[in-house]
């Protein structure tokens, strides 16, 4: 039995992965660490409830932390100190956060996935070959995104991404535009255009629950289980 540990345990997302682990026969629910737990807090029978990650971390043997930008980079520094698996969902990471999980993912295994939508990972290989196909025409390419209104990054994580995927395609040789709405209580909305001369192509990927996301870390937390260290994303867990 696979035990796991969530960061951010008291917040929408955390507690949607607490659903999905209660519900899986695979694994079994040890801990769950938040800054919103107090003393008063409404205590779950059988697990670990604390404000302090590191005592959740020790018990599990993998952590899905979908926590702050900010606090990331830490919390995967305490996974490598305790030597556990570690998937992360947070986003609006920058360059020295990111660099901070690649250190990380050099002991122990890694997943990084700013979306853990399943069918996502698939949507960033057609991108990337949609534009190694398209690289050598004349197309440009523009990335849109779409969130609730409290989402503070934009382009958001999984906007640049597309965008990755995009330069892995071409080769660098045309760089996407981004443009992002924030808006009500949108899930997420990501569309890829490839806009030639006369023609576009659009590839869309769009959420209307917040579980597909629950349930994609939760089975990128499953096949990490027993990896070696190293720095994974969702097409890992897809093998594509």
Request: hydrophobic letters at 45%; charged letters at 20%.
């Amino acid at each position: 039995m696979i035990k796991i540990g969530i960061l951010g345990y008291a917040g929408r997302m955390g507690q949607l992965i607490a659903d999905e682990v209660r519900a899986n026969d695979a694994c079994t629910l040890v801990g769950g660490a938040d800054r919103a737990i107090t003393p008063a807090y409404k205590k779950a029978e059988g697990i670990l409830l604390t404000p302090h990650a590191d005592e959740v971390i020790a018990i599990s043997d993998v952590v899905i932390n979908f926590t702050l930008a900010e606090a990331t980079p830490g919390f995967a520094q305490l996974a490598a100190t305790h030597k556990k698996a570690f998937v992360t969902g947070a986003t609006g990471l920058d360059d020295r956060q990111l660099e901070t999980l690649k250190q990380a993912a050099k002991q122990i295994p890694l997943l990084y996935a700013p979306n853990t939508s399943v069918s996502l990972a698939v949507m960033k290989r057609v991108t990337e070959l949609a534009a190694k196909l398209l690289g050598p025409l004349d197309y440009d390419v523009h990335i849109h995104d779409q969130h609730h209104r409290a989402k503070k990054d934009a382009p958001s994580g999984t906007a640049v991404a597309l965008g990755e995927a995009v330069a892995r395609g071409n080769g660098g040789k045309k760089k996407p535009a981004y443009s992002a709405t924030r808006a009500g209580a949108i899930v997420g909305e990501h569309e890829v255009g490839f806009i030639g001369q006369g023609e576009i192509i659009r590839l869309h990927h769009s959420v209307t629950d917040r579980r597909i996301f629950a349930r994609g870390a939760l089975q990128a937390a499953l096949w990490l289980h027993g990896k070696p260290a190293g720095f994974y994303g969702m097409g890992d867990v897809l093998n594509i």
